[in-house]
């Protein structure tokens, strides 16, 4: 129950921050190549955050203290982003709340998949937080008295659901179970190094993450502009909420996918879908399509976390997870998303948001091709942590 609360809680911000940070930042003044650039250097702020906060994890051995500074990252920058409108400021404030925004996953990550183990069921506890997301996300797309249209709106209900979180802090599991601590312990003369985890493998599967994700980032970055731009719909919200909607029930049932499959097989299989997903945004520019490639977040999401997070807990020792999970978030999503941020910003002002998305779906496919000329080395087995 305290897993389900922290992810439930947690997610509340990323219902803020993932459909609408684009439209707030947009809605400042700014034009499509600066908005790719400034949530580019967003992400690229990101990946700073999930190791300081992950190496204060490590040091203390616990998890809410780093939970906690997440979210008073994720408050302090949100009265400067919209109040001084300067680029300086905004600038400056989103490499804050990137911060604070990108550390919240990775520690509650950390913490539930040490706390529940290798056999842990993570897909079931991490679906909370998609039912969380889907439930706020349609109550913002029709809730009538603070729209979700303008910056300031759009900043207090960041604020809002930080301080909800803020809440739920003490929910999340604070320690290492003894039994896993007893025996990183024990075991250290039997397994290599805890720093030797980054190896041939690991390093493949990070670039098929890292691939994957650079893909991802015109669905990220800006298929909500897409939305209120090109298509002049108003159904930012429920077009999340449809995609997390479909994540959940892959997600519950993604342990058993793994366990019969393998997590890089599995990431094959998400990143063949995000080339499906966004051909689909580009061949059909309409809602039709629109709703279409969101079904797909079943698999270019709610597959592929699970799978890459399996992926990272059985080739990181516990004691190091909150490392491993870091480089997860930030090299393999942060820094592709910082890519693919700054130079689709520049593809849409050239050449449009259908350019994008197809020219876009090239690194997934790319993703796929790694898989199948190493999957033997992939299938090289892990150490038994």
Known sequence: MQLI?????????LTVTSPYLAVLVRGLGYGPRMVGLFLGVF???????????????????????????SYLFTLLPIWPLIGVRHPAAALASLIVLAIGVKSIVPVVDTAATVALGSRGNYGLYRSAGSLSFVLLALFFQWQPFLPLSSPVSIAVWLAATTLFAVCFVPALPDRRPADSAAGAQADKSDRPSARSFV???????LGMIALSRLSMTPINTFLSLFIVEE???NAVAVMWALAAVVEIPVMIFSSRLIARFGS?????????????????YAVFPNP?????????????FGLFHPAAVSFISTRVPPERRATGMAMYLSLGSGLPTFIGSSLGGVVVAEAGYRAL???????????VVIYFFNRKTLATPSHSW
Do not use: M, N
């Not at 890089?264 to 689909?280: C, E, G, I, K, T």
């Open 288 to 300: 039709t399509g629109v709703a279409l490639g969101q079904l797909l977040h079943s698999l270019c």
């Open 199 to 205: 190896d041939g493998p690991f390093l493949i599967g």
């Open 5 to 13: 609360l922290s992810f439930a809680a947690s997610f509340t911000v």
């Open 357 to 367: 998305f197809a020219s876009f779906s090239l690194f997934a496919a790319a993703s």
């Open 231 to 233: 298509l002049q719909w």
């Open 264 to 280: 890089p097989f599995l990431l094959a299989v998400a990143s063949s879908a995000v080339v499906l997903r966004l051909l689909l």
């Open 43 to 69: 992400e690229i702020a990101g990946i700073a955050g999930p190791f300081l906060l992950g190496w204060v994890s490590e040091k203390t051995g616990r998890y809410r203290p780093a939970l906690a500074l």
